[in-house]
């Protein structure tokens, strides 16, 4: 045979197959662009330049590398739907007296034609619009745009090489399937009349209970370290039940329905209920992913968002006010005085004046509490993170300075205040030494502080006031009997300035610079400062985070579409034979849209019931480990998050439709 | 009572480009009276096919009239065909058309389903049908556990519980082993005994030899037709054999 004959064999073969094969195409050439856009980011001397460009660039790999392992696993998972419905095609092919290294020589010149097409493209598309990507993530970070146009050789170089593997496994991939099966088969393709599926009890059962159980774990957990230890666990759990429900309980419900028969012996009832009984034996797998998938997606996607959002919130509950200076340790009250008089002195050589100042003398730390006793923590005892109890102790003078009452305390008492948790009771026990509790401290202006903090807080928090500096000296020996202890406290020193922001962030390292120069140990910090470091890692997170929520929706909605397309492939013939018997093509409609309706909101709903029975646990994550303590603004950032992936959803649904009751019809 | 009536029917199919035209129904007429059992038969491409399609409502003629107790098929709305088909149609055809998703049961009762009508309602009209075919024992199955006689009596039972005014078999026992059609065959002659107008299509004479009468198609046009009468259905079935091998070698036409 002619060389052209293959060429033109392959060419003619994806046009025919063009309503799976352009999807595809598209699907690859998108992922593709997306894929180098990052890779462009990453590698850019645009990015490179940055001021936190370590931190940035490291995000970006971060976006690339999830990018190829999704683009990877997508393609792969479009391509094994292609083959399948092109088997009847090859087995022809091969019945007509193609042999198989014929057919593997036309499958090789297409693998190359949509490879070569596909790569082109989404390079194009990606150098075209990898300018867009940089200057949204410049408009993000707040920075300002750069002129100029570049396309990285490393980029280009990495994402012709990633999908040419991809391309290249796929096509392996097709040739052994078409190798390893026989003519007869390769006719039949995928329809071999199947059995009814039993109901599985056993898993729907270990489904509904490790679904219950991981819904337990979140709605319960009460401090963000158990949450961050536990959190994976319950994902797990969520992950387990949701395949578990999809694949055994859909079953049992639809069977179930099938059991109502005022319920089933309805014309669209009847007959999507009876074919998803079948459906589901094969596409239970695929909703549940859609599902886990679609739930990873809105969380991330609304948790960056809502970082991104809560910054200023985020910036004044860790800083109370806009500077705040520290010792390092607990120091001696000689060095608190001159610490103090270093940040005083220094406020006023700037020409500044030092409003709203908050001073504490303190002692923090963290303990286990078991009923009455505290015992210092050990970094094995981190596990039981629900007794864990942060306890900031001060004396009696400070209270008095501090809100003008007299606590009226004789050493070995105490005044307590919780902030979070329940009273431990009368008396504290401090390994050994012991404090009788003579009432409640009521510290107004801290708390105020601590109250928008609460969630970042461990399980428990306590103030507790002592009668002077050597009581709390003894409660500390007695903790930590091993250690040298010292008199002494930390030493925290808020104060605000009203300067503008240039005039605040030079404040921060003068102050350093004298602090250093003093030999003092203590550091300042601002929330200026502090607002270009948080922005420029919620920033790129939040780029990030639209960036995959972005190309998870459009895998979600790949293949959703290629799902349905198989069930329309499959359902033709059952609507054929409903149309003899009498179904009108207005019934056929509805019942499409009933039954593709179910399989695509099916997901998405139980999705939802994810997130929601997930907030209290993703709550306690953001506000402990990144400080975002604003609820109202995470509700509404997931509400609107799930918004627009519904409203992709519902656009996708409306495409999909269509196509199925065109190949239906 | 003339049930059916076929009036000048003529049907040509026109290609894409409408450059090339086929006829197949030149000019076909007859009638079916209420209770009877009517065989057409026909080789490949005389147009048999097309002539069922046009009688069920699933194809529209180029020209002529079909009326079904006189109301005109081609005056009943697009939006209604679809329940005419389902209320007064019956259907078998040669490869059962049951869904494999169904059991028995509720392929049966799907044409009842689209209808709206109740399930108690169902339930009472299956009964009799199913004892009348034998079947009342596997309904629970699914047809991939039955043999192929078991799935055409479920088709006719399908076909049956509408209670249509006419009964259309597209090559009912083409699938079938010799056993099978023969109970399938004398199935028909007792629905037919009972009062059910019967229209069958078939290549087969034994299968013929069963009907009332037998029509003969031949290019588009009904070429001959021959009524059993008394005869014993050897003798007729030796008739229609006759018939065939005439008209087969080119014999002319006698009425």
Request: aromatic letters at 10%; hydrophobic letters at 45%; charged letters at 20%.
């Given at each position: 045979?002619?060389?052209?004959?293959?060429?033109?064999?392959?060419?003619?073969?994806?046009?025919?197959?063009?309503?799976?094969?352009?999807?595809?195409?598209?699907?690859?050439?998108?992922?593709?662009?997306?894929?180098?856009?990052?890779?462009?980011?990453?590698?850019?001397?645009?990015?490179?330049?940055?001021?936190?460009?370590?931190?940035?660039?490291?995000?970006?790999?971060?976006?690339?590398?999830?990018?190829?392992?999704?683009?990877?696993?997508?393609?792969?998972?479009?391509?094994?739907?292609?083959?399948?419905?092109?088997?009847?095609?090859?087995?022809?092919?091969?019945?007509?007296?193609?042999?198989?290294?014929?057919?593997?020589?036309?499958?090789?010149?297409?693998?190359?034609?949509?490879?070569?097409?596909?790569?082109?493209?989404?390079?194009?598309?990606?150098?075209?619009?990898?300018?867009?990507?940089?200057?949204?993530?410049?408009?993000?970070?707040?920075?300002?745009?750069?002129?100029?146009?570049?396309?990285?050789?490393?980029?280009?170089?990495?994402?012709?090489?990633?999908?040419?593997?991809?391309?290249?496994?796929?096509?392996?991939?097709?040739?052994?399937?078409?190798?390893?099966?026989?003519?007869?088969?390769?006719?039949?393709?995928?329809?071999?009349?199947?059995?009814?599926?039993?109901?599985?009890?056993?898993?729907?059962?270990?489904?509904?209970?490790?679904?219950?159980?991981?819904?337990?774990?979140?709605?319960?957990?009460?401090?963000?370290?158990?949450?961050?230890?536990?959190?994976?666990?319950?994902?797990?759990?969520?992950?387990?039940?949701?395949?578990?429900?999809?694949?055994?309980?859909?079953?049992?419900?639809?069977?179930?329905?099938?059991?109502?028969?005022?319920?089933?012996?309805?014309?669209?009832?009847?007959?999507?209920?009876?074919?998803?009984?079948?459906?589901?034996?094969?596409?239970?797998?695929?909703?549940?992913?859609?599902?886990?998938?679609?739930?990873?997606?809105?969380?991330?996607?609304?948790?960056?968002?809502?970082?991104?959002?809560?910054?200023?919130?985020?910036?004044?509950?860790?800083?109370?006010?806009?500077?705040?200076?520290?010792?390092?340790?607990?120091?001696?009250?000689?060095?608190?005085?001159?610490?103090?008089?270093?940040?005083?002195?220094?406020?006023?050589?700037?020409?500044?004046?030092?409003?709203?100042?908050?001073?504490?003398?303190?002692?923090?730390?963290l303990a286990v509490r078991d009923g009455n006793a505290f015992t210092l923590v050990r970094a094995a005892s981190f596990g039981d993170g629900d007794n864990l109890a942060l306890l900031i102790m001060t004396t009696a003078e400070e209270y008095r300075r501090l809100e003008?009452?007299?606590?009226?305390?004789?050493?070995?008492?105490?005044?307590?205040?919780?902030?979070?948790?329940?009273?431990?009771?009368?008396?504290?026990?401090?390994?050994?030494?012991?404090?009788?509790?003579?009432?409640?401290?009521?510290?107004?202006?801290?708390?105020?502080?601590?109250?928008?903090?609460?969630?970042?807080?461990?399980?428990?928090?306590?103030?507790?006031?002592?009668?002077?500096?050597?009581?709390?000296?003894?409660?500390?020996?007695?903790?930590?009997?091993?250690?040298?202890?010292?008199?002494?406290?930390?030493?925290?020193?808020?104060?605000?300035?009203?300067?503008?922001?240039?005039?605040?962030?030079?404040?921060?390292?003068?102050?350093?610079?004298?602090?250093?120069?003093?030999?003092?140990?203590?550091?300042?910090?601002?929330?200026?400062?502090?607002?270009?470091?948080?922005?420029?890692?919620?920033?790129?997170?939040?780029?990030?985070?639209?960036?995959?929520?972005?190309?998870?929706?459009?895998?979600?909605?790949?293949?959703?579409?290629?799902?349905?397309?198989?069930?329309?492939?499959?359902?033709?013939?059952?609507?054929?034979?409903?149309?003899?018997?009498?179904?009108?093509?207005?019934?056929?409609?509805?019942t499409i849209r009933f039954q593709v309706l179910s399989v695509f909101y099916l997901p998405l709903v139980m999705a939802v019931c994810h997130i929601a029975a997930a907030f209290p646990v993703i709550r306690k994550l953001i506000s402990g480990i990144f400080g975002m303590?604003?609820?109202?603004?995470?509700?509404?950032?997931?509400?609107?998050?799930?918004?627009?992936?519904?409203?992709?959803?519902?656009?996708?649904?409306?495409?999909?439709?269509?196509?199925?009751?065109?190949?239906?019809? | 009572?003339?049930?059916?009536?076929?009036?000048?029917?003529?049907?040509?199919?026109?290609?894409?480009?409408?450059?090339?035209?086929?006829?197949?129904?030149?000019?076909?007429?007859?009638?079916?009276?209420?209770?009877?059992?009517?065989?057409?038969?026909?080789?490949?491409?005389?147009?048999?096919?097309?002539?069922?399609?046009?009688?069920?409502?699933?194809?529209?003629?180029?020209?002529?009239?079909?009326?079904?107790?006189?109301?005109?098929?081609?005056?009943?709305?697009?939006?209604?065909?679809?329940?005419?088909?389902?209320?007064?149609?019956?259907?078998?055809?040669?490869?059962?058309?049951?869904?494999?998703?169904?059991?028995?049961?509720?392929?049966?009762?799907?044409?009842?389903?689209?209808?709206?009508?109740?399930?108690?309602?169902?339930?009472?009209?299956?009964?009799?049908?199913?004892?009348?075919?034998?079947?009342?024992?596997?309904?629970?199955?699914?047809?991939?556990?039955?043999?192929?006689?078991?799935?055409?009596?479920?088709?006719?039972?399908?076909?049956?519980?509408?209670?249509?005014?006419?009964?259309?078999?597209?090559?009912?026992?083409?699938?079938?082993?010799?056993?099978?059609?023969?109970?399938?065959?004398?199935?028909?002659?007792?629905?037919?005994?009972?009062?059910?107008?019967?229209?069958?299509?078939?290549?087969?004479?034994?299968?013929?030899?069963?009907?009332?009468?037998?029509?003969?198609?031949?290019?588009?046009?009904?070429?001959?037709?021959?009524?059993?009468?008394?005869?014993?259905?050897?003798?007729?079935?030796?008739?229609?054999?006759?018939?065939?091998?005439?008209?087969?070698?080119?014999?002319?036409?006698?009425?």
């Amino acid at each position: 045979m002619r060389k052209g004959f293959y060429t033109k064999l392959a060419v003619t073969n994806l046009r025919k197959n063009a309503q799976t094969y352009y999807p595809y195409i598209f699907a690859s050439a998108a992922t593709i662009m997306m894929f180098y856009n990052m890779m462009y980011l990453f590698t850019s001397r645009a990015v490179r330049g940055m001021n936190d460009s370590q931190a940035i660039r490291l995000v970006l790999e971060l976006g690339v590398w999830v990018i190829g392992i999704f683009a990877f696993i997508l393609l792969l998972y479009i391509n094994s739907f292609l083959i399948k419905r092109r088997k009847k095609e090859f087995g022809l092919f091969n019945i007509l007296g193609m042999e198989k290294k014929h057919i593997a020589r036309v499958m090789l010149i297409e693998t190359a034609v949509t490879a070569l097409v596909c790569i082109g493209l989404g390079l194009a598309a990606g150098i075209l619009f990898g300018k867009l990507g940089l200057l949204l993530l410049l408009k993000i970070l707040r920075m300002d745009a750069v002129y100029g146009f570049e396309v990285p050789l490393r980029a280009v170089v990495v994402t012709v090489l990633l999908f040419g593997a991809i391309f290249l496994i796929n096509l392996v991939y097709n040739v052994f399937q078409v190798h390893l099966s026989k003519p007869i088969e390769l006719l039949k393709g995928g329809n071999v009349g199947e059995k009814e599926p039993r109901t599985k009890w056993l898993i729907a059962l270990i489904g509904a209970a490790s679904l219950g159980g991981g819904y337990y774990i979140s709605l319960t957990v009460k401090s963000p370290i158990t949450a961050l230890l536990l959190f994976f666990v319950a994902v797990i759990l969520v992950i387990i039940g949701t395949y578990g429900l999809f694949t055994a309980g859909s079953i049992a419900i639809l069977k179930a329905l099938r059991r109502n028969k005022r319920f089933y012996y309805r014309t669209g009832p009847f007959i999507s209920v009876s074919g998803m009984i079948y459906r589901m034996k094969q596409n239970a797998a695929g909703l549940a992913s859609i599902c886990i998938l679609s739930t990873m997606v809105i969380v991330m996607v609304s948790s960056t968002v809502s970082l991104y959002a809560g910054l200023e919130e985020t910036l004044r509950s860790l800083f109370y006010r806009e500077i705040q200076v520290n010792s390092d340790d607990v120091i001696p009250e000689e060095q608190i005085g001159r610490l103090e008089q270093a940040v005083t002195d220094t406020v006023r050589q700037s020409g500044l004046d030092i409003r709203n100042p908050f001073i504490l003398r303190h002692v923090t730390l963290l303990a286990v509490r078991d009923g009455n006793a505290f015992t210092l923590v050990r970094a094995a005892s981190f596990g039981d993170g629900d007794n864990l109890a942060l306890l900031i102790m001060t004396t009696a003078e400070e209270y008095r300075r501090l809100e003008g009452v007299e606590a009226g305390l004789s050493e070995g008492e105490a005044l307590i205040q919780v902030i979070k948790g329940e009273m431990p009771g009368d008396t504290l026990d401090f390994g050994g030494y012991t404090l009788s509790v003579q009432g409640q401290a009521d510290f107004a202006s801290m708390l105020r502080g601590y109250e928008a903090q609460k969630d970042s807080l461990p399980a428990q928090g306590y103030l507790i006031v002592t009668a002077n500096g050597e009581d709390l000296l003894r409660v500390r020996k007695a903790l930590d009997p091993e250690k040298q202890h010292d008199p002494g406290y930390n030493f925290s020193y808020q104060f605000d300035t009203n300067a503008g922001r240039d005039a605040q962030l030079e404040l921060v390292s003068a102050i350093n610079a004298s602090l250093d120069e003093l030999g003092l140990p203590g550091h300042a910090s601002g929330r200026e400062g502090a607002r270009e470091t948080y922005l420029t890692m919620y920033g790129v997170l939040f780029f990030l985070g639209l960036y995959l929520g972005a190309l998870f929706i459009l895998g979600t909605v790949l293949i959703i579409y290629y799902k349905q397309i198989t069930e329309g492939f499959d359902d033709k013939e059952r609507f054929a034979i409903m149309t003899k018997v009498g179904l009108s093509l207005d019934e056929i409609k509805r019942t499409i849209r009933f039954q593709v309706l179910s399989v695509f909101y099916l997901p998405l709903v139980m999705a939802v019931c994810h997130i929601a029975a997930a907030f209290p646990v993703i709550r306690k994550l953001i506000s402990g480990i990144f400080g975002m303590t604003d609820v109202s603004l995470y509700v509404t950032c997931t509400a609107l998050t799930i918004l627009v992936f519904a409203v992709c959803y519902a656009l996708i649904y409306a495409l999909t439709a269509r196509t199925y009751y065109r190949i239906v019809r | 009572m003339t049930l059916l009536e076929v009036r000048n029917l003529k049907k040509v199919y026109t290609s894409r480009f409408g450059n090339h035209q086929v006829q197949a129904l030149s000019n076909v007429s007859f009638t079916i009276e209420e209770g009877e059992f009517v065989a057409i038969m026909g080789e490949s491409g005389s147009g048999k096919t097309t002539l069922l399609n046009i009688l069920a409502a699933l194809d529209a003629p180029t020209s002529g009239e079909v009326l079904l107790a006189g109301r005109s098929l081609t005056s009943i709305p697009e939006k209604e065909i679809s329940a005419f088909r389902r209320d007064r149609l019956g259907f078998v055809f040669q490869d059962f058309n049951l869904l494999d998703t169904f059991n028995l049961r509720d392929n049966i009762f799907l044409p009842l389903v689209l209808a709206g009508k109740s399930y108690r309602e169902m339930s009472e009209r299956l009964l009799p049908i199913a004892r009348t075919l034998g079947i009342s024992e596997i309904l629970d199955k699914f047809p991939y556990e039955v043999s192929g006689g078991q799935k055409q009596r479920a088709a006719v039972a399908r076909a049956l519980i509408t209670h249509p005014r006419i009964v259309l078999a597209d090559e009912p026992t083409g699938a079938l082993d010799s056993r099978s059609s023969d109970e399938l065959l004398n199935l028909f002659g007792e629905i037919n005994r009972q009062g059910q107008t019967i229209l069958m299509v078939t290549h087969s004479v034994k299968a013929a030899s069963h009907a009332n009468r037998v029509m003969f198609i031949k290019d588009g046009e009904v070429f001959h037709q021959i009524y059993r009468a008394s005869k014993t259905r050897h003798e007729f079935y030796q008739q229609i054999s006759d018939a065939l091998t005439v008209i087969a070698t080119g014999g002319g036409r006698d009425a």
